[in-house]
């Protein structure tokens, strides 16, 4: 859960990494669409992962 919070948090936190990294601003609609793929992405990932027992 602790990494989903920093994750969540991390553009909002640490805007200048955003920039650096994505060459975007956190704000921008092209960042929050990108940014939100990414993490749809990682609990698709996380959620097949599970075991079902």
Avoid: C, K, N, W
Wanted: charged share 25%; hydrophobic share 45%.
């Amino acid at each position: 859960m602790l990494l989903f919070i920093s994750l969540v948090s991390a553009p909002v936190a640490l805007p200048h990494a955003v920039r650096q990294l994505f060459g975007l601003d956190p704000d921008s609609p092209e960042f929050r669409e990108h940014y939100a793929e990414q993490l749809r992405r990682i609990v698709r990932h996380l959620a097949q992962q599970r075991d079902p027992r």
